[in-house]
């Protein structure tokens, strides 16, 4: 018996030094989920497949996310994936009780305020969806091609300011990714460290 107990301590302790499996990996199918969207459309990432998807998460009092709201910059990219026939999913997963959690009324009216236009607006309060996607910003963009596969995920530009003067010479990486699945090609940068406030998942 103490042969087999060492056995499988053996393994135990194998398992654990293995690399914890990421969440979203490029290239990859991109993790499915069903929610209700802020209109009371249920929306199912799979039901997709075939349309280019955007998945952006939100927390409007972010100032990261104030900065790309306050300048137009995220409404003009969610125009122009429109125009391309993207289907834009905003996300907000922040717990009740902090910052950036609200209602369905409430989002609707903010971000109808700002001239936002998102296919959906989805409320994720208990954070799964996030946790399924390990998103860690506000923002965090992930790009998931006709294939259902994820093809970009991480930061919405290259500068990690909170300075709108700063969006004018950052690369932006959904714009790049858009042209490159447009061109047959694979994004590059195909995953980028994402910046901006930390979700505000429950403690």
Known sequence: MRFYSLILSALALMA????????VEIGKTAPDFTATDTKGVDVTLSALQGKNVILEWNN??????VKHYSSKNMQQLQTLAKDNGYVWITINSSAPGRQGNMTAAEANKLLGEKGASPAHIILDPSGEIGKMYDAKTTPHMFVIN?????????????????DPADIATAENYIVAAMD???????????????????????N
């Open 180 to 202: 490159a699945i447009a061109a047959g090609n694979a994004p590059e940068p195909a995953q980028t460290k994402p910046y901006g406030c930390s979700v505000k998942y429950a």
């Open 16 to 23: 654990l030094s293995l690399p914890a499996c990421a969440a």
């Open 146 to 162: 006709s294939a259902g596969n994820v093809a970009y995920a991480g930061a919405i530009d290259s500068k990690s300011s909170a």
């Open 60 to 65: 409007p009092e972010c100032p990261f996310v």
